[in-house]
């Protein structure tokens, strides 16, 4: 199984910039890609960014040109930096890991850390 502890949420001003810090635990080696989600109350766990081993990212589109995601393969850690925040990325963050155990590809979930944007 793979653990994730997330860190670095907080308080910001609408234009200003937090980066978001993931570590992984466990069987590490078996990650086959790791991201961040997030969650409005109410809503939906939304996609905003992932990166693949190779390095490889993919973006939601309302993120694009201001999050960068980024990956330390030898710390087991993921990154989000974030840039240009906006009031409407007020979320809840999660760190995503996607690992596989024999034929069956599985998620892990951190805990979450609070993002608020404010004007």
């Known amino acids: 199984q793979v653990q994730l502890v997330e860190s670095g949420g907080g308080l910001v001003q609408a234009g200003g910039s937090l980066r978001l810090s993931c570590v992984a635990s466990g069987s590490t080696d ?45 710390k087991n850690t993921v990154y989000l930096q974030m840039n240009s925040l906006k009031l409407e990325d007020t979320r ?6 996607v690992y596989t155990v024999g034929y069956f590809d599985y998620d892990s979930w951190g805990q979450g850390t609070q993002v608020t944007v404010s004007p």
């Open 30 to 74: 078996s990650i086959k890609a790791m991201g961040w989600y997030r969650q409005a109350p109410g809503n939906q766990r939304e996609l905003v960014a992932t990166i693949s081993n190779g390095g490889t990212t993919n973006y939601a589109d309302s993120v694009k040109g201001r999050f960068t995601c980024s990956r330390d393969n030898a």
């Open 92 to 97: 809840i963050y999660y760190c995503n890991a």
